[in-house]
Structure formats: C-alpha cells, structure tokens
C-alpha cells in the first residue's frame, strides 16, 4: 500500500531553540507530576458560604436583572457560573488524550522526540485535571453542564482527521481564553480556598501547555505561505468570536439555578445584550487582553 505523504512527513516541524524549550517543559512536567490525591488539601472540603469568584466577574453582573436577586440568589449564579467553566474544561480537556495521541498515532515515524513526548505528557496531565475538575464537582455539589455545542463534536469527530495545527490552535484558544479568565476572576481572598488552589494548581501546569502551542502555531505562521494561511485566520477568527460569546453568557445557565433565570435565555436580542454590557467587555478586556494580542499577531480578529 501506498504511503501517503501526509502522514510520513513531520506536520509538527520546530527549529532546534523551540525544540530545546519544549525539552525544558518536559523536564519540569517529570519535575512534579500532578497527583490527584495530594494536588489539593481534599480533607479541608468547599465552602459555598464563600464566594467562588470576584462577583463583578458575575455574567450579569451590573444589570438591572441582577439587582433584582436576593444576595443568596447571586452567590448561587456565581457558583453556577463556575460549574459552567469547570464542566467547559472537563468536556475540553477529556477529548484531548485522544486527539493529541491520535496525532502520535497517525504520524509514528516523524516527528520530533521532543514532541512526541509533550503530546504524551499534554495527554497525562489532561485526565489528571479533568479527574480533578469532576472530583471538585462532586464534592461542591455543583451540576455538569452539557458538552459546548459545536465545540465538542469538533474536538470529538473534526479535529481528528485534520492537520495537527488546526487541533494544537482550537485547544490553545479554547484554554488559553478559560485559563486567564478563571485565574483573574478567583485568585482574591473573598473566594473559597479550596476553588482557589484547585485553579491556581491547574495554571501551574497550563501555563506549559500554552507555551507549547503558543511554540508550535508561530513556528507553523511563520513557515507557512501567506495564500493558505489566509482562511485559517478567517476561520480562527470566526471561532474565536463565538467561542468567546458563548464564554461571556452560556444559556444553559438557565436550567440550573434554583429560581426562575432572570433573564429569558430563548430571547437573542436580551442575550446580545447582556453580552455586550458595560462589566461585560470591560471583563472581557481585561481577561483576555493578552490572548486578543496575540491572535492579533497572528492575523487573527
Ligand atoms: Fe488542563
Ligand atoms: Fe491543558
């Protein structure tokens, strides 16, 4: 049988420098891997009495709709919110292994022994965090929302069968964009201690997964001729705007508080509105700034 070109040539090419610093973040991954059991002070449990992020970072926060809550209705839409971002990592991040495996798998002779082994270790540490995310659920008592329409038949059934790049951006995007949020909005004291360790443990390692595929998506823009790059930036970028419009407001938030949704989550218009509202891009601006920048960079807004 014939070999496909596509499949015996390296789709994952990175200069000797960016090969040397992926080698760095495999030694630091071997450094301290991530054990569930010790990662968090499990036995102190969550205390929803706090708060589980800063409250102006409350998706409707500043709105006529939230002023009309009870404080105890607010603090439940807050930690609702949070189990929306948690489940959003979860769906993510358990459809990586096979992905990124897949790409192993598919290329078995090319690629550099450098990143075959950070797939490997980008692969363990995502069924780490996602048992970690689901054991946190659990124990807060806090619901799984259904999979991020669109997004997860993406990870799921697209992204296999396309070139590796098109994987490595959805997921840097896609977590790099829920990393910074969930990091701005609960390293503060008002939040509950076990939610901030449990985020700040999961940065430790994200912040090296970013790296990488910030590495790996450069590396392929700056090799890459401007004609085929042109509609992956204009499909990045249409991603990346629903991607984040989905990030400012879900919907589904709508099925789970215990009292009646303020907000009629069927209606566009009020959903554009809230949106768009004032905390909203002010949020928006100041969380993800770093990742517009980039994406800016690259052509891509
Ligand atoms: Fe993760
Ligand atoms: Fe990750």
């Known amino acids: 049988m014939q070999k496909s070109p596509e499949v015996t040539e390296n789709p994952i090419r ?16 071997h450094r301290s891997p991530m054990s ?16 589980p992020k800063r409250e102006d970072g409350g998706w409707i926060y500043g709105t006529e709709q939230w002023r009309g809550l009870t404080g105890d209705q607010q603090r439940e839409l ?17 459809t990586l ?8 798998n598919k290329y078995p002779f090319s690629l550099h022994p450098e990143v075959y082994e950070y797939l490997m270790i980008f692969s363990r540490e995502e069924i780490t965090h996602t048992l970690m995310f689901r054991r946190y659920m659990k124990m807060a008592g806090l619901p799984l929302f259904s999979p991020p329409k669109g997004f997860y038949a ?13 994987g490595i951006l959805s997921t840097l995007m896609i977590e790099w964009g829920t990393e910074l949020s969930v990091m701005y909005l609960t390293q503060r004291d008002e939040v509950d201690p076990l939610t901030r ?17 910030k590495r790996v998506i450069e590396s392929f823009f700056a090799s890459t001729p401007a004609e085929a790059l042109a509609p992956i930036r204009d499909q990045f970028a249409q991603i990346y705007r629903s991607y984040k419009d989905e990030f400012t407001f879900n919907r589904d938030i709508g ?47």
């Open 14 to 29: 990175l200069s000797e420098e960016d090969r040397a610093k992926v080698g760095v973040l495999i030694r630091a991954s």
């Open 36 to 51: 569930l059991e010790d990662v968090l002070p499990w036995n102190d449990g969550i205390d929803k009495s706090k708060l």
């Open 78 to 94: 807050l930690w609702k919110e949070l189990a929306r971002d948690i489940s959003m990592f979860i769906w993510l991040e358990q």
């Open 97 to 104: 292994p096979p992905l990124y495996v897949g790409y192993v």
């Open 154 to 166: 993406q990870f799921t059934q697209q992204l296999p069968t396309l070139h590796p790049v098109f």
């Open 197 to 213: 360790k449990m985020i700040h443990a999961h940065h430790m390692e994200e912040a090296r997964h970013i790296a990488f595929g």
């Open 255 to 301: 099925l789970h508080t215990s009292f009646p949704f303020p907000i009629d989550v069927a209606d566009d218009a009020a959903v554009a509105q809230v949106r768009t509202s004032e905390n909203n891009r002010r949020l928006n601006s100041e969380r993800l700034g770093e990742l517009d920048r980039w994406l800016a960079q690259l052509g891509i807004q």
